[in-house]
């Protein structure tokens, strides 16, 4: 009789057991946020993104979500206080960031990228000293190459102008085509693309040195093993005819080469930025 007992009673254990394994509620995905700087206005940036993230998502098995402020300094401030854990950007090779451990993986494959000072092709400015006293629209404080590259050669010719910020590239190149502006600090590849998709023609007043595109990073807090999937799915999409294929239409909505696709970087190719901040004006560092 008790064997009897103790069998039925084993028999329900399981039973309930089993009813608890398949009742109980699937153990929530990790979601990874990504912050991509905002390059372009913050609806063209996240159609280029989101796409291609949503491919990222499906390749790796890890899934990511865009994180998006309403400027590129906003989009950055998500990154220093640690609310994301992978980015686009080149706001982190300074010396004080550079401690915070984020890792380049990967970058895109676009020919180097400029600082340029320009004016539109009719403007009857032609050279920086006419800008002394002018306003002159930057994307950002956080904008290495556009703000800072270029307004600390500004600075180093003695010119002084009136910095406004745009808050993206393209707000500064529309604030200098209704004339608020004299001038624009921008990327050569942004530069071009603004040229391509809205019909203007710009003039080059000055160009920086040549440095590397924008940078795939990802936090130190992310597991190696996630890392890897994320860093796997992208750099792989210029071998699949799906990504590949994404990668051209993407790049094709904001003026970038067919072939932006991403590739491999250890990070080395950013060394002409930590350069910049040897001996950058402190204001800029």
């Not at 009742?23 to 609806?43: D, E, K, L, S, W």
């Not at 609310?83 to 494959?109: I, Y």
């Not at 190149?173 to 710009?202: C, H, I, N, P």
């Not at 491999?264 to 402190?282: I, L």
């Amino acid at each position: 009789m008790m064997h009897a007992i103790v069998r039925t009673l084993t028999r329900a254990l399981m039973l309930a057991a089993v009813i608890v394994s398949v009742c109980a509620p699937a153990r929530a995905q990790t979601v990874y946020r990504f912050a991509p700087v905002n390059q372009y206005g913050i609806n063209l940036t996240a159609a280029y993104w989101n796409p291609i993230i949503a491919y990222v998502s499906e390749k790796s098995g890890v899934k990511l979500a865009l994180k998006l402020g309403r400027t590129s300094a906003d989009t950055t401030s998500y990154v220093l206080a640690k609310e994301v854990e992978f980015t686009f950007t080149n706001h982190l090779f300074g010396p004080d960031r550079e401690q915070l451990g984020w890792k380049v993986f990967g970058s895109r494959n676009i020919p180097p990228i400029y600082g340029q000072i320009v004016v539109p092709a009719n403007s009857s400015i032609t050279d920086l000293a006419q800008l002394a006293g002018q306003e002159v629209a930057f994307a950002g404080p956080e904008a290495v190459v556009g703000y800072k590259f270029t307004y600390a050669h500004l600075l180093s010719k003695g010119i002084n102008v009136s910095v406004v910020f745009g808050g993206n590239h393209d707000g500064a190149f529309s604030q200098l085509f209704s004339g608020k502006v004299k001038a624009v600090g921008g990327v050569s590849t942004l530069v071009e693309g603004y040229a391509q998709r809205e019909g203007r023609k710009f003039r080059v007043l000055w160009s920086s040195e040549a440095v590397h595109d924008l940078a795939l990073m990802v936090a130190p807090q992310v597991p190696e093993k996630e890392a890897k999937a994320v860093a796997e799915a992208f750099l792989g999409m210029a071998s699949d005819p799906r990504g590949k294929e994404l990668i051209r239409k993407a790049s094709e909505a904001v003026g970038l080469p067919a072939d932006a696709y991403f590739i491999a970087s250890s990070g080395s190719e950013y060394e002409a930025y930590r350069r910049f901040y040897k001996s950058a004006p402190a204001n800029l560092r």
